[in-house]
């Protein structure tokens, strides 16, 4: 999508170095999403001695679902807050429990206390990364916009790796787990202070009714020659916006219902897939299989990262739609295999049992 000067002339499009900062800052969010998503892995063993529930499936079950489930009230609240004060606000809001959340984990006494604290972190959690897609999608140039979206996946990435090893001392050096969790007080911290100097959004201002504040940001993130060009654009997307307004209860039938259907069950067959469940336990998995947890861990770090590049370079050129085709796809063949492999074992073990020998012969007899 090239942008017109104002008196209709082809400018081209506009440097994507201006707003890149600002979609670095975003990536934070992503960043601590994907760190709190792993900083349990390493740690829960050491963590779980300490503060007395070793052994307890349920307890260590809890200290992962209670983050999820913050997670899922603050994403109840996100667009609503990044509505009601704005995107730069609602980062803040952001990190805020994500602070006080870390805190509490790294100091927490018994099982109730990292509870709380994993409660706070996931309504953060739940906060963020929807506020980052809408923040990134709203001050990229059309252009790159693809590319940039794929920043707040790779920012998770990068957090889970962050993670994984930073974690890896916490076998071997005692209380190393709170050192975790304060290790991300810090990423919170920046993200608070820098976003109080960062752009706002612009489509936030102009629906705010605050056309010159959004030029001004657009001059920012574009520059001078290109405000005018995407002023007319925000223009007339508000325009169609407001025409096309639709109640909640219209997204579950008519022409909406397909598009909902199809993206909602993106997410959910997302999560079936299991990927969390490796975020959480590869570390328990791992050291049961026999396998040295710390190599395999940073195995499994570099492949989530891979994929994750090749869709920044590739989003825009390739387009959504393949890279979700080729996704699946690939997910699909991995279970095939996997059920093919684990039918063989069934059967190889079952031939190799000299009871079941008897037992085939005699029938065959």
């Known amino acids: 999508v090239r942008l017109l000067s104002g008196v209709g002339k082809d400018i081209g499009n506009p440097s994507w170095k201006r707003s890149f900062p600002y979609i670095l800052l975003a990536a934070l969010s992503s960043f601590l999403f994907g760190y709190h998503l792993g900083v349990v892995n390493e740690t829960l063993e050491s963590m779980s001695h300490d503060l007395g529930f070793h052994g307890d499936t349920m307890a260590e079950g809890l200290v992962v679902s209670t983050c999820l489930g913050g997670a899922f009230v603050g994403s109840l609240f996100s667009g609503s807050i990044a509505d009601a004060v704005g995107r730069r606000r609602a980062f803040q809001l952001c990190a805020l429990p994500l602070i006080i959340g870390s805190s509490m984990s790294a100091t927490a006494k018994n099982l109730w206390g990292m509870l709380l604290g994993r409660l706070f972190v996931g309504t953060g959690m739940g906060i963020g990364p929807p506020v980052a897609a809408l923040y990134v999608a709203e001050v990229s140039p059309a252009y790159v916009r693809g590319t940039y979206g794929s920043c707040s996946q790779l920012a998770t990435c990068l957090g889970l790796m962050g993670a994984l090893f930073i974690g890896f001392p916490a076998k071997q050096i005692e209380g190393w787990w709170r050192m975790c969790f304060w290790a991300s007080v810090a990423p919170a911290a920046l993200l608070t202070l820098f976003m109080e100097f960062s752009v706002e959004s612009p489509h936030w201002l102009f629906k ?88 395999a861990n940073i195995c499994v770090g570099i492949a989530n990262l891979l994929g994750s590049l090749f869709a920044l370079v590739s989003m825009d050129k390739l387009g959504r739609k393949a890279l979700l085709i080729a996704s699946f796809s690939g997910m699909v063949k991995k279970k095939r295999f996997d059920l093919s492999f684990n039918v063989w074992c069934m059967l190889a073990a079952y031939i190799s049992n000299p009871n079941m020998i008897i037992f085939s012969s005699c029938l065959w007899h």
């Open 208 to 295: 705010r009714g605050r056309g010159a504040d959004a030029e001004a940001e657009f001059e920012k993130l574009l520059g001078g020659p290109y405000v005018k060009g995407a002023m007319a654009e925000l223009s007339k997307s508000q325009r169609g916006d407001e025409a096309d307004t639709v109640k909640l209860s219209e997204l579950f039938y008519g022409r909406h219902r397909k598009v909902v259907f199809m993206g909602s069950s993106l997410f959910a067959l997302q999560q079936l897939s299991g990927i969390n469940a490796v975020f959480y336990f590869s570390s328990t998995v791992f050291k049961s299989a026999g396998v040295p947890s710390e190599s």
